[in-house]
């Protein structure tokens, strides 16, 4: 676990959860940079945001864009664009939680859960064992040989996917 900068435990923000510093709206910027503007640590704070290249919220009294201008004067990292509000990228990398982005996260990990079940399930129920030897290109596929269909070929026949008896299947084809 690493230590918080110990500037952190003087700061004026410490404690207001009124404000939101990190994505405050249209109007508490005002508010926010006010408490800054009193902040014992405020240069402290503000060079920690410009050094690590701070993406996100209110730092020593300034936004991400006035950071990202004095960034590029003093040679800081600039500032990196935040993705937009409805995306997973802001929700998952700048911790937005703000009901568009929550809404997209949910979508992502919907999205993301049906892969994973239906690539599950293809790697059981695709294979299946053949009832007669099948001619694969230029040579043959015997009796009792499990395939994998390639993608966009369809499978051989129903009666082939019947990988609950591939033994019996393979014998009484043989
Ligand atoms: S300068 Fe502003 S954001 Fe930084 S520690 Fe102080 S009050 Fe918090
Ligand atoms: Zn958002």
């Not at 249209?26 to 408490?35: M, S």
């Not at 209110?58 to 006035?66: K, M, N, P, Q, R």
């Not at 997209?104 to 999205?111: C, D, I, K």
């Not at 001619?135 to 026949?157: D, F």
Request: charged share 30%; aromatic share 6%.
């Amino acid at each position: 676990m690493t230590r918080r900068p110990s500037w952190r435990e003087r700061a004026a923000c410490r404690g207001r959860l009124d404000l939101d510093f990190i994505d405050p709206t249209d109007e508490q910027v005002d508010q926010c940079r006010a408490v800054c503007a009193e902040c014992p640590v405020r240069e402290l704070c503000l060079a920690d945001a410009l050094t690590s290249g701070e993406a996100w919220g209110i730092w020593g009294g300034l936004d991400a864009d006035e950071r990202a201008a004095v960034a590029e004067q003093d040679g800081h990292p600039t500032p990196t664009v935040r993705p937009a509000h409805g995306t997973n990228a802001r929700y998952a990398k700048h911790r937005c939680r703000c009901s568009a982005c929550t809404a997209a996260h949910t979508e992502y990990e919907r999205e993301r859960r049906a892969r994973l079940r239906a690539r599950r399930r293809g790697a059981v129920a695709r294979a299946y064992v053949l009832a007669e030897p099948v001619r694969c290109g230029r040579t043959w596929a015997g009796a009792g040989q499990y395939l994998l269909p390639l993608p966009g070929v369809p499978p051989l026949r129903e009666a082939e996917h019947d990988l609950a008896r591939p033994a019996q299947t393979a014998s009484t084809a043989a």
